[in-house]
């Protein structure tokens, strides 16, 4: 694996808090609701009268937040953040958010997703004398505020100018929450008017469990600042388009969630519709369509729909084992998809089924549910995955990891089949997903290597695969 693969690679979410009390506990309750975007840790940071205060963990929301600590983090204001990184990125420095509490001016940095030259940032801020703790972008943001000049406005509009990459920022400072999207939109971000305050978060359904309501969505390259007197918008890059990560409506996000416009649900739906119409006119003949829960459901609810096969619960999942897709070893990962799926043999014994999967990454959770199954007693397997095969690797925040462990990037269909022991398998198209989500403003870098940023040091990554390959 290269060097540059080694380091930290993350989805994560943000949630944040201006104007309404007991802001901390909100923060709670939001964080909560972004859980399915990051395990590892997480944290809260206040803002109570120009005292900065932060508590923060490794582990779960309901873990690491007890009713003692949340009565130690006052204010008003506030921002938070749930971690997902990889095995070898799980350092305590790098859980947000990152506090600078200077003498002068206390701010907190909480982001999602990656700065793709962050490298270059680093080697620049630390001929200038910065001293970083940890591995996380963060650090970088911070550093870049505290060297730049003017208000505190003007110097998070010079920061946020010399960074490339996809994220969702919130800063806290005694000024009020700001809240940084970047400028080709690839990560999400929205806020809702809340009380005589907003609530600011990387997916909609967090204002939900507050009785919140969706007001915007932050624009790309625009920064949001919530301030006692109200918002203030401002850019620090103009004429922005919006490339939505594919990946949040395929897999990330919760399916009650609404980015960009796109209801998450409704979006998953028309991709079942639309590979139930494909198979239709290939004549596939089956008995029952089951989708690997959760992400899948929704999808499988489409598929059904539209061919008018039974929607089935041939698949059980056990909720209390963690994500199998980080484990360091193939054979922990086996193990854990083993732990976390069951099938129910008296549904899928003696049927033709029609498997719906989200995506298909290294191929270990595909793979083992055709075995089990057919184990179970399925006379036929056929896996119908909600996305285009993924062959490029991600470098906008998301741990789809190296070529050399993305199985497309190895295989064809015909090749993954036979590997997957199914009886057919197909993918859906770019062209069908940009017709099922009804807007072309998406990322697909992992399913065509289009990426929307200059890549920097990660682009010998690229080039030394294309090279591989001719
Ligand atoms: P794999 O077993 O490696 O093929 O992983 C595919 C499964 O992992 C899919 O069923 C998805 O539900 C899930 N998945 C896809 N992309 C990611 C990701 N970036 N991080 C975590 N899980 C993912
Ligand atoms: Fe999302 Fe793929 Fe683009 Fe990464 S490359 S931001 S996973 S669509």
């Given at each position: 694996?290269?060097?540059?693969?080694e380091?930290?690679?993350?989805?994560?979410?943000?949630?944040?808090?201006?104007?309404?009390?007991?802001?901390?506990?909100?923060?709670?309750?939001?964080?909560?609701?972004?859980?399915?975007?990051?395990q590892?840790?997480?944290?809260?940071?206040?803002?109570?009268?120009?005292?900065?205060?932060?508590?923060?963990?490794?582990?779960?929301?309901?873990?690491?937040?007890?009713?003692?600590?949340?009565?130690?983090?006052?204010?008003?204001?506030?921002?938070?953040?749930v971690?997902?990184?990889?095995?070898?990125?799980?350092?305590?420095?790098?859980?947000?958010?990152?506090?600078?509490?200077?003498?002068?001016?206390?701010?907190?940095?909480?982001?999602?997703?990656?700065?793709?030259?962050?490298?270059?940032?680093r080697?620049?801020?630390?001929?200038?004398?910065?001293?970083?703790?940890?591995?996380?972008?963060?650090?970088?943001?911070?550093h870049?505020?505290?060297?730049?000049?003017?208000?505190f406005?003007?110097?998070?509009?010079?920061?946020?100018s010399l960074?490339?990459?996809?994220?969702?920022?919130?800063?806290?400072?005694?000024?009020?929450?700001?809240?940084?999207r970047?400028?080709?939109?690839?990560?999400?971000?929205?806020?809702?008017?809340?009380?005589?305050?907003?609530?600011?978060?990387?997916?909609?359904?967090?204002f939900?469990?507050?009785?919140?309501?969706?007001?915007?969505?932050v624009?790309?390259?625009?920064?949001?600042w919530?301030?006692?007197?109200?918002v203030?918008?401002?850019r620090?890059?103009?004429?922005?388009?919006?490339?939505?990560?594919?990946?949040?409506?395929?897999?990330?996000?919760?399916?009650?969630?609404?980015?960009?416009?796109?209801?998450?649900?409704?979006?998953?739906v028309?991709?079942?519709v639309?590979?139930?119409?494909k198979?239709?006119m290939?004549?596939?003949?089956?008995?029952?369509?089951?989708?690997?829960?959760?992400?899948?459901?929704?999808?499988a609810?489409?598929?059904a729909?539209?061919?008018?096969?039974?929607?089935?619960?041939?698949?059980?999942?056990?909720?209390?084992?963690?994500?199998?897709?980080?484990?360091p070893?193939q054979?922990?990962?086996?193990?854990g998809?083993?732990?976390?799926?069951?099938?129910?043999?008296?549904?899928?014994?003696?049927?033709?089924?029609?498997?719906?999967?989200?995506s298909?990454?290294?191929?270990?959770?595909?793979?083992?549910?055709?075995?089990?199954?057919?184990?179970?007693?399925?006379?036929?397997?056929?896996?119908?995955?909600?996305?285009?095969?993924?062959?490029?690797?991600?470098?906008?925040?998301?741990?789809?990891?190296?070529?050399?462990?993305?199985?497309?990037?190895?295989?064809?269909?015909?090749?993954l089949?036979?590997?997957?022991?199914?009886?057919?398998?197909?993918?859906?198209?770019?062209?069908?997903?940009?017709?099922?989500?009804?807007?072309?403003?998406?990322?697909?870098?992992?399913?065509?290597?289009?990426?929307?940023?200059?890549?920097?040091?990660?682009?010998?990554?690229?080039?030394?695969?294309?090279?591989?390959?001719?």
């Amino acid at each position: 694996m290269s060097e540059v693969l080694e380091e930290l690679h993350e989805e994560c979410g943000v949630f944040g808090v201006c104007h309404v009390e007991d802001a901390a506990s909100l923060s709670y309750y939001g964080l909560h609701a972004l859980q399915h975007r990051g395990q590892e840790g997480c944290g809260i940071a206040s803002m109570d009268h120009g005292v900065l205060q932060a508590h923060k963990g490794k582990g779960l929301v309901s873990e690491v937040f007890y009713p003692s600590v949340m009565g130690q983090l006052k204010g008003d204001c506030a921002i938070g953040h749930v971690r997902y990184s990889t095995a070898g990125g799980n350092e305590i420095e790098n859980v947000q958010p990152l506090l600078a509490n200077l003498t002068k001016h206390k701010f907190a940095v909480a982001h999602n997703g990656q700065i793709v030259n962050a490298k270059e940032m680093r080697v620049y801020l630390e001929a200038q004398g910065s001293i970083f703790q940890g591995s996380s972008d963060s650090e970088i943001i911070l550093h870049l505020i505290q060297r730049a000049k003017g208000t505190f406005l003007e110097r998070i509009k010079q920061a946020f100018s010399l960074l490339e990459g996809a994220y969702a920022c919130l800063i806290l400072s005694e000024e009020g929450v700001f809240a940084i999207r970047d400028h080709n939109g690839l990560r999400p971000l929205s806020y809702a008017q809340f009380h005589d305050g907003y609530l600011i978060s990387s997916e909609s359904c967090a204002f939900d469990v507050l009785s919140g309501t969706l007001d915007k969505d932050v624009e790309p390259g625009e920064i949001v600042w919530f301030h006692p007197n109200g918002v203030t918008h401002d850019r620090y890059r103009n004429a922005c388009e919006t490339h939505m990560c594919a990946m949040e409506y395929i897999y990330f996000a919760r399916p009650d969630s609404v980015i960009d416009g796109i209801n998450v649900h409704e979006a998953r739906v028309a991709t079942g519709v639309c590979m139930a119409k494909k198979d239709k006119m290939a004549h596939l003949q089956a008995d029952i369509v089951i989708g690997v829960p959760d992400s899948s459901t929704s999808a499988a609810i489409g598929y059904a729909k539209e061919s008018g096969l039974p929607f089935e619960m041939g698949l059980i999942k056990n909720r209390y084992v963690g994500r199998t897709f980080i484990q360091p070893t193939q054979k922990q990962r086996e193990r854990g998809v083993r732990m976390k799926l069951s099938a129910i043999e008296p549904i899928v014994s003696g049927k033709r089924i029609v498997m719906i999967d989200d995506s298909i990454v290294r191929g270990t959770t595909s793979r083992r549910i055709v075995q089990l199954l057919k184990e179970a007693g399925a006379l036929e397997v056929h896996v119908r995955i909600a996305s285009p095969a993924i062959t490029y690797p991600c470098f906008y925040g998301v741990d789809t990891s190296s070529f050399e462990e993305l199985i497309s990037a190895r295989m064809n269909e015909q090749e993954l089949c036979a590997y997957l022991k199914a009886d057919s398998l197909s993918f859906m198209e770019i062209s069908d997903l940009v017709s099922s989500y009804q807007t072309e403003r998406l990322c697909t870098a992992c399913f065509n290597g289009a990426y929307t940023t200059g890549l920097f040091s990660y682009g010998d990554i690229i080039k030394t695969f294309l090279s591989h390959k001719e």
